[in-house]
């Protein structure tokens, strides 16, 4: 019988694939703030508090480029907003394109604005994004935000990105933090090397 897996903790919890775009689609039903709000979470592996502080001129749209200041000492980084050919739900790009033609002026500089206006608040992030979830029928151990970066970080993982390079997309310092998402067995390593091997010789 072939060896599991050993089991992420609780609070890695992540989204399939499938779940992932049911919650955005889910998202985008309920209006273009909600969607934009999940996509760029999902692809910059930000937490609720990250996506709240995000302020206007954290995104130059010329350039296609979003500027992520993360919290509990990760890394700052710059990142690339991007679109996606296959899947328009995944179009960041389109998503926050449509909310700044929508988005109120308030007199805020903050991206994403509550419904009276102001910075939208991380609790309030939470319970839309719980909704979300419930609506897209998430089980209750994922209808939590946090999930989204967990989420990236499983699905680069898996299609085999390189570690540096996914590293740098979560912001981590440390590699160790990004080795948290790898999730390996014996009879996985013996394949890769039997595989790498064959190459060789």
Known sequence: MPESPRILKQTMIHLEPAEVLSVLKAAKAKGVREWAMIVVAYKHAMRASEV???????????????????????????????EHRGEPLLNELKAIREWLRHRPDDGSDYLFTSQKGGRLDRSQF??????????????????????????IASHLVSANVNLALVKQQLGHKSINSTMRYVATTDQQASLATATALMNVY
């Open 126 to 151: 939470f319970r839309l994004f719980r909704t979300i979830a419930r609506t897209a029928g998430l089980p209750a151990e994922k209808q939590h935000p946090h999930a989204l970066k967990h989420s």
């Open 52 to 82: 709240c502080n995000l302020r206007l001129n954290d995104i130059d749209m010329k350039n296609g480029s979003i500027v992520v200041e993360r919290l509990k000492g990760s890394l700052r980084t710059t990142q690339a907003l991007t």
